[in-house]
């Protein structure tokens, strides 16, 4: 009896519905069938159904419940003129279910079937192993070389620079008397634990000693003591210190004059020259890089520093690469920028240093902690600096160098004077979207 109650309910739906089609087509639309998704990564899938007649569009849900209570942000009714759509921005390891309908008109169909999966895990390969062809750097200081500064130095790192104690003021406070003391346990840790060392930074404005600034002597006397200077550190880290950074900010932001530094006023624009001399004499295998900031968005800079390269060259001056150092923000430069000024670096045959990556997260002081979305911005910048800097080809490639390991001792909360997030770690040392996006750049 109840058997063929369903019958009958299945034949009466059936002439109901054969009926409705035959004598007035009905503006009803189907719903779409969904299939499972595609493509699906650590923060993004491919979502996939199956056309419907008559259907004009279609509405995409995401949502990380299967009632829909909520949505990810963008994908509520998201209105799609394909049959697949991508969907991005989304947390690794996560649980996520979207469903669509087809729309033609103001006729909107029903759900179709809601479909269900789970973003990848992350990559569990470090940052080191995932760059192919050089080395991914991070700084140190003496004061932190243990801990976890030394666990992830070695696991996820290939290459160290001292943030500030191979500087001038640090290694030679006063005429005549160095102090080794920190760039020596510098030197030692890179040595004993097989990481490749990018000195830092011989003549920088910024970190020239009292003294020096004032210096007493004669404008021969003053370039002798240079001489003397670079010499003797160069000599002293020989073959331990991979690469030098000769010169550091000699050139003006604005202008792209050359930078009045007491090494300018004594010795004119020459000093730059008779260094990087003075590096090979005393190290005939050390990798020499004049360094700089803003030069991927920065036409005058950029054209001085290029312009004196070319001169550099020219007169056979021992220059090995350009260090672009990559103090940037979520949203500048544009991609298309920091790739044209590395162009002309490879096109002049010149390594090229990504040196000093930060990427600031609040450039403007508009969070007071960092936001699910600020978070993906700048996990997006990792990834897009690691993507070109792995484009390069591989011998004009020699590191990427990130400024810092936690966001709270990023030097840039200082410089700034407020609160941001710039690093791959967080103050915890736990890895932020950023270091994956960064690990996903160096993949691809
Ligand atoms: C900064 C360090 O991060 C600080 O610890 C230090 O007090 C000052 O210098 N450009 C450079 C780097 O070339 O040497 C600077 O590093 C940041 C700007």
Redesign the pocket.
Known sequence: MKQLNIILLILTGLLVFACGSDENPSPKLDAPLALNASNITQNAFTAKWVGVANAKSYQLDVSISNTFASYVDGYQSKSVSDIKAEVDGLDANTEYFYRVRAVNGETISDHSITIKLTTSIPADVPLKEAAQGFFIGN?VQSNRMTGMHKTLLNREFSSITA??EM?MNIMYPQDGVYDWTRSDAIVDFAVNNGLNLHG??LI?H??TPDWVENYTGTDAEFEAMVEDYVKTVVTRYKGKVKSWDVV??AIEDGSGDYRNSVFYQRMGAGYIAKCFKWAREADTDVLLFY?D?NLCDNGNKLTTVLNMTDALLADDVPIDGLGF?M?ITYNWPARDKIEAASQKVIDRNLKLHFA?LDVRANPNNDLTSLTNARSLELKDKYKEIAEIYTAIPTENKYALTI?GLRDNES?LLNFWGHIDWPLLYDADFNEKDAYYGFLEGLMK
Do not use: F, G, I, T
Request: glycine letters at 0%; a negative charge; zero cysteines.
């Open positions: 700084v943030e500030y500087k830092h930074a920088w910024n970190s550091n900010e360094n900031y150092q103090h000093e400024w030097w």
